[in-house]
């Protein structure tokens, strides 16, 4: 590696190559592999070949595809495995920071403003929340039914998430 800082245009394949060829934890594969359906060959093994590559050079062309195709579902059930397995990793870590609170009738909640970033006259953004509302009657399903401090009914209930 060099410390002039003109020369990073020249590093950037050489990144590139180690960020698409590098194992992800969600996946279980390198995206070269899921891609390509096999991993790459390191410029290390062109020098010094190794079995994998010397297995690649049998001249049976056509038993390597139908390998490829039949081992394809194969791949793709792995990564899949990995991902799921990966998100519920993710939520366990979510879950435990997360507080259950009990939201009765008469409580005092604030509705969460979806869609796009709103921005007023001032061109300042606008908040994310809106209220506070009464929770008028919680039904099934987790949604509720608000009304606002004047009295005035929603006329659609709302996710209680």
Request: aromatic content about 10%; glycine content about 6%.
């Amino acid at each position: 590696m060099s410390d002039n800082y003109m020369e990073w245009p020249e590093k950037i394949p050489f990144a590139l190559r180690g960020y698409r060829t590098s194992i992800r934890i969600s996946t279980g594969a390198s995206s070269y592999y899921l891609v390509y359906g096999m991993e790459t060959v390191q410029p290390v093994e062109l020098e010094i070949p190794s079995l994998r590559i010397l297995l690649e050079q049998v001249p049976e062309a056509d038993w390597v595809q139908a390998y490829s195709l039949i081992m394809l579902d194969e791949w793709c059930l792995n990564a899949l495995y990995h991902v799921q397995l990966y998100q519920k990793r993710i939520e366990r870590a979510f879950n435990k920071k997360v507080k259950p609170r009990g939201i009765s009738e008469g409580d005092l909640v604030l509705k969460s403003v979806r869609g796009l970033l709103p921005i007023d006259q001032r061109r300042k953004l606008k908040p994310n929340w809106a209220g506070p509302y009464l929770v008028k009657k919680i039904l099934s399903g987790g949604t509720v039914r608000l009304i606002d401090l004047d009295g005035n009914d929603f006329t659609n209930p709302t996710n209680l998430d």
